[in-house]
């Protein structure tokens, strides 16, 4: 299936859609592993499954995802899952990162590709990262969504700050950050690099008010004029 048949199959209603990424970002995941051999993928947070579906047309494999919270999107990402075809390449583990992802490092498990979109909380992205070095084979990378936000920023500068096993890979991708795991984590027990930035503070508070439950005027036209400048839909 191509990814345009992909976008003319899924359904992700217009009033959620940030919640899904973005198909050009799709596309990227896409790309990237079409280029690669037969990568194993493993992903954390399944929202409407559009990078699902991209990574399994990419792949033509098996992709494992674990979600706790289907529900909440009406099943809807299993729904396009199946609709494109996919569906028996797909394992779908229906449970929290934090209770799936210890586990297979039990078992041993190992992947390429492993893509980080689940809890946005700096805890929730810092502990799935965690576990996610533990599953990756080397040279395989771990792609992290939504570089907007503070909490994602900040897991990012930990890597690049106390992990010289990983390497910031260059992409085009502006709100997405991709790490390949080059060399063995050689850190004693007492390494600790500080990481905490000051930079995007202010862009951050901004961030939180515009999103936050507090409504007036002021919030009222600059959520205006955002749509009026990039509309939801177009995204
Ligand atoms: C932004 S959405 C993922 C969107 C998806 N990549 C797509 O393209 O449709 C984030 C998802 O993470 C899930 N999530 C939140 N906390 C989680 C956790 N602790 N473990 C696994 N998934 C979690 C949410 O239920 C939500 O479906």
Redesign the pocket.
């Known amino acids: 299936m191509t990814t345009k048949e992909i976008e003319e199959t899924i359904h992700?209603p217009v009033e959620d859609a940030t919640?899904?990424?973005r198909a050009s970002e799709?596309q990227f995941i896409h790309d990237f592993l079409k280029q690669l051999d037969k990568p194993k993928t493993l992903?954390?947070?399944?929202?409407?499954?559009?990078?699902?579906c991209y990574i399994m047309a990419a792949t033509d494999d098996v992709h494992t995802v674990?979600?706790?919270?289907?529900n909440?999107?009406g099943r809807q990402?299993l729904k396009n899952v199946e609709a494109c075809g996919f569906g028996e390449k797909l394992t779908f583990l229906e449970?929290?990162?934090?209770h799936?992802l210890p586990e297979m490092v039990k078992d041993g498990k190992k992947y390429d590709v492993i893509?980080i979109?689940?809890?946005?909380k700096f805890d929730?992205i810092f502990v799935?990262f965690y576990y996610a070095d533990m599953l990756v084979n080397q040279g395989g990378s771990i792609l992290f969504?939504?570089t907007w936000m503070r909490s994602t920023q900040l897991v990012m500068s930990f890597i690049e700050k106390n992990r010289k096993d990983y390497r910031k890979m260059n992409i085009p991708q502006g709100n997405m950050a991709l790490y390949q795991k080059i060399g063995e984590d050689q850190r004693n027990g007492m390494h600790f690099k500080e990481f905490y930035t000051t930079r995007k503070i202010v862009k951050h508070a901004f961030i939180q008010w515009i999103w936050g439950p507090k409504k007036g005027p002021i919030k009222t036209f600059v959520l205006w004029l955002k749509e009026k400048i990039r509309p939801t839909a177009n995204r």
């Open positions: 992700i919640t899904a990424v799709a992903e954390v947070g399944f929202g409407y499954g559009r990078s699902a674990m979600d706790p919270f289907q909440h999107y990402a449970e929290y990162s934090h799936v893509f979109d689940g809890d946005h929730g799935d969504h939504d």
